[in-house]
């Protein structure tokens, strides 16, 4: 990219400003610190110059839309089509999240983005004792397909996708999708949204696990391949980082993590013969926001290039969609404070700048009252509102990658592309992504990283204001938070009885029957006949329940 | 014994606790996921441990907690010290110290302030 000669006399100039300028002011004024890291550890330089990318070929930085899509997966990035803003809601029963999302909507939000409760996510019926106290509460109940239909009811699913947040039983929640807009006369090809799906970061990071690892890699095959060959607008995976960051990870962790996780699936699916490039346009990602701005630009830009070059390199894809890494992204959780909560906006707005410059596809802000419940519709706006802030006051939209060139991003990206790369033959090395998981190596780099980042913020060498730096005392009841119906759980209770009583139970048994048949053979793809049950009204606690006599349950070995 | 209850897979925090306690000498059994109050008593009388620490960032606090009490209170744990963390609201922490928590340690909680609150609620404990 540079003329070596050109590049010889940067350094030069490099020497003698060292020896001559910053010496004689380092005498004057010493630096704060020793030595200046990235939240990943990565060192970093005082400046940057053309000397620090002097090997780096234009083309590995290339132009936005084209290989390897550095800069961004399409050519005019937010002039063309802004990020979709996909605020993520969810409580109570069907009929309440669908008032909050007629509220986002109502309030400018271009997506919507569904998060269940907790008995929902781990496949319980809310009237199972393990969903005790948890009905409704972190998210919405879903039970039936009766509970989809009130999710979204009156909002039409060929003009605004939806995103679902949900794991070890995403496949049934994809199956009540398919019979909601069967049942409304949708045509499926124009059904566009994401499930998330991405069980193997469950086992790493989030901890939402019903099945043993082969028999749950083979419920995302299944729903990978049908929706290849039934929803073409639709992402049937979001591969994700954001939850192995917030478990502790360091940004060069999570983007490889979940590259590790990604190659899993892709073998998985080429494994049952389905060609690559007829699955991978729609294969989505999910990474996180941090709060070291600059590393976490390069951190896009990096995994970009890593799944551009993997897609090609290892897998042989020839479309380009297969290879352009597409991607959600949610500012991060876990650096929000319960102390000086105010605070919270700011920090968001910054991570969301962060994911803007980087290229994101999709962003979730997250609301300033994330440390003490979930969030209220006045924290929602204000979230949403920072994202429209950024869309349409800062102009930071008008151009394509606009920090790409700059030395220091370049170098960075350059980095974090090499950390995760030598993490990846490391997995390899350790016999792929299953095996590792199986013996535990994730779940231990990111103990040991959670471990270090919390020793940190004791110490006061990683600042938290509010809380290790500038504290003030604590202003009891300055928030008016999100509070819980406690007759949801009842209420939903009763709707999951009503459904029981309307169905047909011979039907359903036959179905159970004919799934747990299924079960028992792996070749077979479980998408249709879970769309019948759920068509019949079976319950997701019934399915699983049925699938559990069949695969079990995995069993974890706690790592701390 | 470090504990979670409910279907709640927020470990983090339980896992640094966990680590920080066992670094400060103290000998620490961490149960791991998604336990019911039964599994998780009972393996603390089993254990004969001094404190309980449960985490609980799903807010089915005030489900669960009382169902812990009741159930060490069954057991005859009753020198058994229960501390709560995990994200729980400020007006929640009276409801559960009234409940019979020892302590309720919030988020933000410096590993070695944990450390020394733990410290400091065994050695105020009756003898046993």
Redesign the interface.
């Known amino acids: 990219m540079f003329d070596p000669d050109a590049i010889e006399r940067i350094r030069m100039m490099r020497r003698d400003w060292e020896a001559n300028e910053l010496s004689q002011f380092l005498l004057r004024q010493p630096e704060s610190r020793s030595e200046y890291r990235t939240a990943s550890g990565l060192p970093v330089e005082r400046v940057y110059t053309p000397a620090d990318i002097a090997d780096t070929r234009f083309e590995e930085i290339g132009l936005p839309g084209g290989y390897p899509f550095t800069r961004g997966p399409y050519p005019t990035m937010y002039r063309g089509r802004l990020w979709t803003m996909r605020q993520i809601a969810g409580y109570g029963t069907g009929s309440d999240t669908n008032k909050r999302f007629r509220y986002l909507i109502g309030a400018g939000q271009t997506g919507l983005s569904v998060d269940f409760d ?2 929902t ?2 496949g ?1 019926d809310s009237d199972d004792p ?5 009905v409704g ?2 998210g919405v109940a879903v039970d039936t397909l009766d509970d989809v239909e009130a999710l979204f009811e009156g909002i039409d699913l060929e003009r605004i996708s939806v995103s679902m947040t949900i794991n070890p039983t995403a496949w049934i929640l994809l199956a009540m999708y398919v019979a909601l807009g069967e049942a409304r006369g949708n045509d499926p090809n124009r059904l566009s949204g994401t499930c998330q799906t991405d069980i193997l970061k ?1 086992y790493v990071a ?3 696990w019903i099945f043993p690892i082969r028999p749950s890699l083979r419920l995302v095959r299944d729903m990978i391949v049908y929706s290849a060959e039934h929803m073409a607008r639709y992402n049937p995976i979001n591969i994700s980082g954001y939850h192995i960051s ?3 990870a360091t940004s060069v962790q999570e983007v490889a993590f979940t590259m590790a996780n990604a190659i899993a699936y892709v073998e998985e699916v080429t494994r049952a013969g389905v060609p690559v490039d007829r699955f991978a346009p729609r294969l989505a990602f999910y990474f996180i926001a941090q709060a070291d701005f600059f590393e976490e630009v390069a951190k896009f830009r990096a995994a970009r290039r890593t799944w551009a070059k993997l897609m090609k390199e290892r897998f042989g894809a020839t479309k380009a969609e297969s290879m352009r890494l597409r991607f959600h992204c949610q500012t991060a959780a ?1 650096t929000l ?3 000086q909560p105010m605070n919270n906006i700011v920090r968001t707005a910054l991570q969301a700048l962060s994911a803007v410059l980087g290229g994101a596809q999709s962003l979730h802000t997250n609301g300033l009252d994330e ?4 969030p209220s519709e006045l924290a929602m706006k204000i979230a949403l509102r920072t994202q429209q802030i950024l869309a349409d006051e800062t102009r930071v939209t008008s151009v394509a990658d606009p920090l790409g060139g700059s030395y220091y991003v370049e170098a960075l990206t350059n980095r974090i592309e090499a950390e995760v790369a030598a993490i990846l033959r490391k997995v390899d090395a350790l016999g792929g992504t299953v095996k590792a998981i199986e013996e535990g190596y994730f779940q231990r780099e990111i ?1 040991d990283s ?2 270090e980042q ?2 940190r ?2 110490s006061g060498a990683e600042p ?1 204001i509010g ?2 730096k500038f504290v003030e005392p ?1 202003q ?2 300055a928030l008016e ?1 999100h509070r ?1 119906d406690p007759a949801v759980e009842a209420r939903q209770i009763a709707r999951l009885r009503a459904a029981r009583a309307a169905r047909d139970p011979a039907r359903v048994a036959a179905l159970l029957d004919r799934l747990a048949r299924e079960a028992a053979d792996p070749a077979v793809n479980l998408m249709p006949v879970t769309i019948e049950l759920v068509k019949a009204r079976a319950s997701m606690g019934e399915i699983v329940a049925r699938l559990r006599e069949v695969w079990g349950q995995y069993v ?5 | 014994m470090i504990a979670k209850v ?7 925090g ?3 606790v ?3 306690l ?1 670094d400060a000498g103290m000998d620490v059994v ?1 149960t ?3 336990r ?1 109050p039964e599994e998780v008593v009972a393996a603390a009388v089993q254990e004969d441990v001094d404190v309980l620490g449960v985490s609980l960032l ?3 606090h ?3 907690i009382p169902r812990v009490v009741e159930l060490m209170r069954e057991a005859h744990a009753g020198d058994m010290l229960l501390v709560v963390g995990g ?1 729980i ?3 929640d922490v009276p409801v559960l110290t009234a409940m019979g928590a020892a302590d309720v340690i ?3 909680t ?4 944990v450390a020394r609150r733990v410290r400091e609620l065994v050695a105020a404990r009756q003898p046993r």
Do not use: C, W
């Open positions: 907790m008995p996510l781990m319980y393990k969903a005790l106290g948890e509460r972190e469950e989030q901890k939402e917030e478990a502790g876990a404070t319960k102390a440390a003490y419940a979930i103990a959670a471990y919390a020793r913020r004791a938290v809380v290790n604590p009891p009841g938070i819980v974890e070995t706690p790592v701390f | 409910g279907l709640d897979g927020h470990d983090r339980a896992k640094v966990a680590r920080s066992r961490y791991g996921l998604h019911t799903s807010g089915a005030l489900t669960l994200v609201p400020d007006e919030l988020q933000d410096p590993p070695e302030a």
